[in-house]
Each structure stands twice: as C-alpha cells, then as structure tokens.
C-alpha cells in the first residue's frame, strides 16, 4: 500500500527508496516483528481465558506431553497471519498478482485450521475437522491457486516443470500443472502440520524455507540476475521477498513466545496456513522440486508417517517408536530442546543446498 510514496520521490527526498524491493522487504519484516511483540500478549491472554483447558493432547502421544502441555492455547496462527498480513499491505505492491495468490492461499489454509481448532478445543478432545473435509477444501484451494498462478506466468513457462541444476530442461505438463501445483500446495500445509509437535520446531524450518524461497524469488524476479544464474525468468515474482520478509518478522514475533515452554502453541491454524504459503511461494517461482530440498525436514516428517502406516498395515510392527519422527527421538530419550535445535540446525543445511541450486549447473 506505502508503494504509492514513490509519487514523491522525484519531489521529496527519501521517498524513492520506496521503489526498492529490498528496503520495503526490510520494513516488511519489522513490522511484522513490531506488531507480533505488541500484540502477543493480549491475544495469548485471550486465548487462556477462552481456552480453560487449553489445547487437547493426543493421550497415545509421547506421555511427557500430558505433564508439560496440558493448558497451553492452542490457535497462536492468529499472531503469525495477522502480523504477516499487516505488513504485507502495507508494504507490497497491490498491482502485483503474485502477491494475492500467495497471500490468498495463506488465509484460506489459515481459515481451514482455525476451524478444525475451534472445533477440537469446544469438544476437548483432538478430533476438528474431518481429514476428508480438510483434505476436500485445501485441493480446492490448491487447484484454484495453480490455475491462477499459471495464468500470470510468462507463455514460455505456463505449464511447465522447472528441473533445477539442469536449468535447460523444462517438462510441458500442460495443464496437468495444475493439479500438480495442488499437490505441491496440499503436500506443503500438512507437511507443516505434521511437523508442528514440539515447541518451537516447525516455525524456525518454516522461517528458514521462507527466507530461502524469498532469495529466489527476488533472483528469479530479476532479468539481470537471471541472465547471470542461468535460470528462467519469471517478471514480478520478486515482489514475494516483501511476503516472505513479513511471514520472517511474523514467524520470529511468534517464536518468542512459542520458545520452550510454549506460553501458546499455533495450532493447525498456523501450521496449515505456512505451509500453503510455502507450497505457493513455490508454484509461483517455478522452484517445486527445490522447495523439496528447503524443506526437507517437513518431507522427512511426511514420509515417517507414511512408511510408518504402510509398515504397520503390511506387517504388524513399527519401523518408528513413534511417528511422526520427532516423536521417535522423544522415545529414545531425546530432550525436545535437543530435537528442536537439531532439526533447525538441519534445516539450515538443507536451505543452502537448496541456493546452491540457483548457481550449479
């Protein structure tokens, strides 16, 4: 929205630093940061006082949870998105396609998980919405995102499959892309969403993956840069930076208070919400296959429930103590803050692998 100063800037000094993306990205960020510390507290009291009991806790979890978790709010999300919101307006540019798809697909995800928190904190038990219905809607949402997002990109790349490292080959999916997009979209909400089990694990790899994936989309927003990387261009993508600076601001905001002892957890309204924003940040640069690598650690934490399921069924053992895999740790004795750092420290690793696929050819 402040993107309209530039009128300024040929009148009024300073004001053409509003046409830089990196310095409304930078202002993004802190904003949301800003607005996550000043409206933390008053929101995590509200949920207290309408949450008595708090979130409900899986009683076939690990049995420390039903000691050290029990009373804590549950529906956190509500900081991240309204933080990552604020600032986005703000900041973004409202002519930019890119931006609404991403910040659209967020919100929708967000909605989805507020209602299946709503609906486990008003039965006290941990059934919401039922996996059909959630499942139902997050493909709607997917597919819809994908054809919009194809619609915008450049006619050369409509429809196609970014190979990274092997930068010259492209797979013509047609329109088949779209409900690929779908896939990478759902897959990424309920990545998240099974990855947020412990305080604190799932908001740093997301914060990470995010920042990664705002890099690219700056470089792949930009001719120049692309000429240089030997990557496809993609016009306006970079104005993302601004939306991924903010989910950074946003996510950190919420991190202060979701650090071991969580004083309030997000819930599957955050949860699902991110990770629809991390799938669509990805659709949206044409970066699918990378966003595999970034966010290996939700990838990881998907196939540990799948393997775990498929095992059991077929044999009648478990491959994991407990799945998913944060939980196997947890049984082994792990302490969560030890699984926590590990797994961010992987994180990390896994996002500069997933740069240096913007440079290896």
Same mark, same amino acid.
């Given at each position: 929205?402040?993107?309209?100063?530039?009128e300024?800037?040929?009148?009024?000094?300073g004001?053409?630093?509003?046409?830089?993306?990196?310095?409304?990205?930078?202002? /993004?960020?802190?904003?949301a940061?800003?607005?996550?510390?000043?409206?933390?507290?008053?929101?995590?009291?509200?949920?207290?006082?309408?949450?008595?009991?708090?979130q409900?806790i899986?009683p076939?979890?690990?049995?420390?949870?039903l000691?050290?978790?029990?009373?804590?709010?549950?529906?956190?999300?509500?900081?991240?998105?309204?933080?990552?919101s604020?600032?986005?307006?703000?900041w973004?540019?409202?002519?930019?396609?890119?931006?609404?798809?991403?910040?659209?697909?967020?919100?929708?995800?967000g909605?989805i998980?507020?209602?299946d928190?709503?609906a486990?904190?008003?039965?006290?038990?941990?059934?919401?919405?039922?996996?059909?219905?959630?499942?139902?809607?997050?493909?709607?949402?997917?597919?819809?995102?994908?054809?919009?997002?194809m619609?915008?990109?450049?006619?050369?790349?409509?429809?196609?499959?970014?190979?990274?490292?092997?930068k010259?080959?492209?797979?013509?999916?047609?329109?088949f892309?779209?409900?690929?997009?779908?896939?990478?979209?759902?897959?990424?909400?309920?990545?998240?969403?099974?990855?947020?089990g412990?305080?604190?694990?799932?908001?740093? =790899?997301?914060?990470?993956?995010?920042?990664?994936?705002?890099?690219?989309?700056? /470089?792949?927003?930009?001719?120049?840069?692309?000429?240089?990387?030997?990557?496809?261009?993609?016009?306006?993508?970079g104005?993302l930076?601004?939306?991924?600076a903010?989910? /950074?601001?946003?996510?950190?905001?919420?991190?202060?208070?979701?650090?071991? =002892?969580?004083?309030v957890?997000?819930?599957d309204?955050?949860?699902?919400?991110?990770g629809g924003?991390?799938?669509?940040?990805?659709v949206?640069?044409?970066?699918?296959?990378?966003?595999?690598?970034?966010?290996?650690?939700?990838?990881?934490?998907t196939?540990?429930?799948?393997?775990?399921?498929?095992?059991?069924?077929?044999?009648?053992?478990?491959v994991?103590?407990?799945? =998913?895999?944060?939980?196997?740790?947890?049984?082994?004795?792990?302490a969560?803050?030890?699984?926590?750092?590990?797994?961010?420290?992987? /994180?990390?690793?896994?996002?500069?692998?997933?740069l240096?696929?913007?440079?290896?050819?």
């Amino acid at each position: 929205m402040l993107f309209w100063l530039t009128e300024f800037a040929d009148t009024l000094p300073g004001f053409n630093l509003f046409r830089f993306i990196t310095f409304r990205a930078g202002a /993004a960020f802190f904003t949301a940061l800003a607005f996550g510390f000043f409206f933390g507290p008053p929101l995590i009291n509200m949920l207290r006082r309408r949450q008595s009991n708090g979130q409900p806790i899986r009683p076939d979890g690990p049995e420390s949870h039903l000691l050290t978790k029990t009373g804590t709010p549950t529906m956190g999300g509500l900081l991240i998105l309204s933080s990552l919101s604020v600032a986005t307006l703000l900041w973004a540019r409202w002519d930019n396609p890119y931006v609404w798809i991403v910040l659209v697909v967020t919100l929708c995800f967000g909605a989805i998980g507020f209602a299946d928190d709503l609906a486990k904190v008003s039965r006290g038990n941990v059934k919401g919405v039922p996996g059909r219905v959630r499942l139902g809607l997050g493909v709607l949402i997917g597919l819809a995102a994908s054809f919009a997002a194809m619609s915008v990109h450049p006619p050369a790349l409509q429809g196609q499959l970014a190979v990274p490292v092997f930068k010259e080959v492209l797979f013509n999916l047609g329109w088949f892309f779209i409900p690929f997009g779908a896939f990478v979209i759902v897959g990424a909400a309920n990545a998240v969403n099974l990855t947020d089990g412990l305080d604190g694990l799932a908001i740093m =790899p997301v914060m990470i993956a995010a920042t990664t994936l705002g890099v690219i989309a700056y /470089a792949v927003g930009r001719v120049d840069f692309t000429a240089y990387l030997d990557v496809h261009y993609v016009p306006g993508v970079g104005e993302l930076l601004i939306f991924t600076a903010a989910l /950074a601001g946003a996510g950190l905001g919420f991190l202060w208070y979701n650090a071991p =002892p969580a004083a309030v957890f997000m819930g599957d309204t955050g949860s699902l919400a991110l990770g629809g924003a991390l799938g669509a940040i990805a659709v949206a640069t044409k970066h699918e296959i990378v966003l595999a690598v970034v966010g290996g650690i939700f990838v990881v934490e998907t196939l540990s429930v799948i393997i775990q399921g498929l095992y059991f069924k077929t044999t009648g053992r478990r491959v994991f103590l407990m799945a =998913p895999i944060h939980h196997h740790f947890e049984k082994k004795g792990w302490a969560e803050p030890q699984i926590v750092i590990r797994f961010w420290i992987i /994180a990390l690793v896994l996002a500069l692998i997933g740069l240096a696929t913007l440079k290896v050819r």
